[in-house]
């Protein structure tokens, strides 16, 4: 336990008082903590708000990612994973194919997880078609599907609106958007990272437009790249703005930019030490988001553990198969079973309690 005159040595005296208010931190009060030498202390602020929300409990979910496709139109400069019609490595899965990766999961799953690139041509029909097999087929494995970028990219093909789109995805099974696509907001950073991703504002638009459906979604900030400090604090702000007016967040995701095959030179690395200032400060910043997962496969899983003291308190789930994050370079694990991620919580100290997508607790 750490005292209060700690805190006060710090500079983190009125900080402090917020934090056991429940009261919202500002930009400036995110600074100071990014500045505070003690990282341990801003670790133990993080504690303090997790522990109110979650007591000891850590969520897990049985779920089943599916990367249907790497062809991508939008070559974001970061990225390890996409590729261009034709060129080596490049796929594209047929609904056959994405049924039988659920039916061949280890367990049964409660969550299918569905992210692809953006296809030049693969029509809304064809999406249509796969939720409502998937949704016939694996009632008890709810979807979550198509970042907000994919989201924008089918209205764009098929001439149609977003909030079109969602509701016909709505119709064959859509419950639950995954976080991903949002990067960075400031756009002058964005626009170097990603620059034929659609904007921050056409971002958070689309999850306003699900959360006014009642589709519930995730969101995520990439970094650890070429962003900056403020830039960090920029988007948490504009997160929990939007979570203060649509309220369909259910889940923040803070992912560690990976360097390998990307084109993008870092010049500083992340540190695990960065990792983890930036998940507990995400905790405090986004006071009405309930949930911040320590995504363990671009995290690596003893890292995901450590993150559990810094604010975190989902640990996303068996997953399967991912590639993202192995196509640049994590030394991750590809799936872990039930037992595995039970005895890892446990073994934090923590008590293991799965979910569906939506957080609803499975008994
Ligand atoms: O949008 C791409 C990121 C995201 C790299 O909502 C990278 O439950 C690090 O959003 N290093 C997709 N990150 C993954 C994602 C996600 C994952 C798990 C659960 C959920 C959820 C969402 O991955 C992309 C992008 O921001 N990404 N390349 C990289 N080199
Ligand atoms: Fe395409 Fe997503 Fe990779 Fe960007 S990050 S190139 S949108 S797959």
Redo the contacts with the bound molecule.
Sequence with gaps: MISKNYFKSLGLAEILEKVTASERLSIDDGRKLFECPDITAVGALASMVRHRLHSDKTYYVLNRHINYT?I?????K??A??RERGEEGAFIFTKEQILEKLRSAPVKPRETHIV???HPDLPLSFFEETLTAISEEFPEAPIKAF?A?EIAHFAKLEGISTLEVLKRLQKCGLVMMPG??A?IFAEETRNKI?P??ISAAEWLKVHSEAHSLGITTNCTMLFGHIESIDERLDHLDRLRKQQDASKGFTCFIPLPFLTENSKLEIEDPLTGLDELRTIAISRLMLDNIPHIKAYWVMLTVKQAQVALQFGADDFDGTVVEEK?GHMAGVNSEQALTRKELEEMIRGCGFTPVERDPRFNLIS
């Design positions: 790497n991508c139109v939008n070559g974001c970061f990225c994973y996409a692809g690139g953006c970042t970028v991903g696509g990067e990603c034929k991703k993202i």
